[in-house]
């Protein structure tokens, strides 16, 4: 009786020890690349402007290929618009201040060159001095968005270091737009295994 106790704990190792891997590896000890970006975006109304801003990356969901990414951004965007009721048109910037969450799909997280996609959320914080009140109730108020997006990572060699250039669709209340990044990030974490030398 004995041996069949052994036999079965020996039997159900595999799957205690199966149970017990990570499912996900997320905060700050998870932090895996700091990137920072410029672009620019098309704006509804006619409007464009330059974008900056940076992420980082803040680890994996089930599985090292699904990445969580905090973001922040920050935009000016030009507005040339005609009031009907003030019989003027106004020209001038409004700015756009966001903050937002993004789950990233890798294809390859740990190749040369890594096509993925993404999507999330973001709060836009928004200002603006047109001197009317119309323009500057729809320009100076938070918003909330969404954003979908692709993009191609190529890692430099064996580096820490990557480059990234992707699109992406942002759909927020007044400021839905189509924006276009380029960028640069470290590795760190997971994300940087450098190859081993050959002797």
């Not at 937002?100 to 799909?105: D, K, N, P």
């Not at 993925?116 to 323009?135: D, P, R």
Request: hydrophobic content about 45%; aromatic content about 10%.
């Amino acid at each position: 009786m004995k041996w069949l106790r052994l036999g079965g704990l020996l039997a159900m190792m595999p799957w205690v020890s199966g149970a017990q891997e990570p499912v996900s590896n997320l905060g700050l000890p998870a932090v895996a690349a700091f990137g920072v970006h410029a672009g620019f975006a098309q704006l509804e109304r006619s409007s464009d402007g330059p974008e900056i801003g940076a992420f980082l990356d803040f680890g994996w969901l089930r599985g090292r290929s699904l990445r969580l990414q905090g973001e922040v951004a920050f935009q000016r965007a030009t507005l040339t618009e005609y009031l009907a009721l003030e019989d003027t048109t106004f020209h001038g910037d409004y700015f756009d201040l966001s903050l937002g969450l993004s789950a990233a799909w890798f294809v390859s997280p740990d190749g040369q060159v890594s096509p993925y996609a993404l999507a999330g959320v973001a709060v836009h914080a928004l200002s603006s001095t047109f001197g009317t009140s119309e323009l500057d109730q729809r320009y100076n108020a938070n918003r909330f968005g969404s954003h979908l997006g692709a993009g191609v990572r190529f890692r430099i060699g064996s580096s820490r270091q990557a480059v990234f250039a992707e699109a992406r669709r942002v759909i927020a209340d007044e400021v839905n737009r189509t924006v276009v990044r380029i960028g640069g990030l470290l590795l760190m974490g997971d994300l940087y295994r450098p190859r081993a030398r050959s002797r």
